[in-house]
Every structure is written in C-alpha cells, then in structure tokens.
C-alpha cells in the first residue's frame, strides 16, 4: 500500500492494525486460561505469507491460502507480537504452525457471530473501482458504531457466517 500523504490520517491502516491487536489479545487470553463456554474460531490465512510456517504437505495442499479451526484439540499455543503458534491435529497427525498476524486473511468466532476480514492490498491500487465487489450477503459494517463505510479504506471488516454455518 503506497505511502499516506501527511495530510491524510490513514484510518484503514490504523483499523487493520488494531483488530490484528484484537486477535493478538483475544489469542492471548485463550494461551492464557483456555477457550470458555462454546468459543471456537476460524481462522483463513496466506500460506505464501514468507513468515508464515507450516508442513511441506501442508504447504502442497493449501497453496494459497488454508482455514484452521481452533476448538477442540489444540496444544501449545504461543502469541507474541509478531503472531502465534499452535499444534493442531491434522487426520490423527499433529503439526505445528506459526501464523503471523500480517498473514491472516479472516478471523471467525461462529459462537458469538463474530468475525473479521483483512483485505490484502499488495500490488492492488487504492482506486475503489479496481476492487472486487463483495460476496453476496457481506455486512460492510464495523461492530463499533455499525455504519456504513466506503470500500476504498476499509483493510478489515466484520464478514458473513453464512459460509461457515453448517446446513440443517
């Protein structure tokens, strides 16, 4: 993302940083004192993020991108300022992960209908016209004053659960 003039406040790069703090602190807590009551998250990340740290055969069969669920069986979690660690089981074989904060693309918690998306800018221009337009049923919203905001400075935002509900 090109630099902010010094006459503009660069409110989707504060945002962005400060729900990855959200994370960061909510992660901490359950490394801390565990997940309570039905708490569980979803988490999508970049697995070609260079500090993102993951099995080989990991790696080969989520190339771009990989959602891990933190609920029932995980161990080791560890959070720093950077991102965090955890072993998860995958099919009866534990692996270890290290997810950076930078690499996280959506983070759910189905429980309390809560979740963020970060939109990667990268190469992308910060012309409104040149993004994507949002999924079907996508809340353009925060969860702090619930208003509307334009698409061109939002770098994260509240998604929908719609895709992680499981059919009746």
Do not use: C
């Amino acid at each position: 993302m090109p630099d902010t003039p010094p006459d503009t406040i660069a409110y989707g790069r504060l945002m962005h940083r400060a729900m990855r703090g959200l994370i960061q602190t909510v992660l901490q807590d359950v490394a801390d004192h565990g997940l309570p009551g039905e708490h569980h998250f979803f988490v999508t990340f970049d697995t070609r993020h260079p500090e993102a740290d993951l099995a080989p055969w990991l790696i080969d069969r989520y190339p771009e991108e990989m959602t891990i669920v933190i609920q029932h069986w995980y161990d080791g979690l560890e959070v720093d300022d950077e991102g965090f660690s955890i072993t998860l089981n995958f099919g009866d074989n534990p692996e270890s992960l290290r997810i950076p904060f930078d690499a996280i693309l959506t983070f759910v918690d189905p429980s309390v209908e809560f979740g963020l998306r970060f939109e990667t800018r990268g190469a992308k221009s910060d012309d409104p016209e040149d993004d994507p337009p949002p999924p079907d049923g996508d809340e353009r919203r925060t969860r702090a004053d619930d208003t509307a905001e334009p698409p061109a400075v939002r770098d994260a935002e509240v998604v929908s659960l719609d895709r992680f509900r499981k059919p009746h």
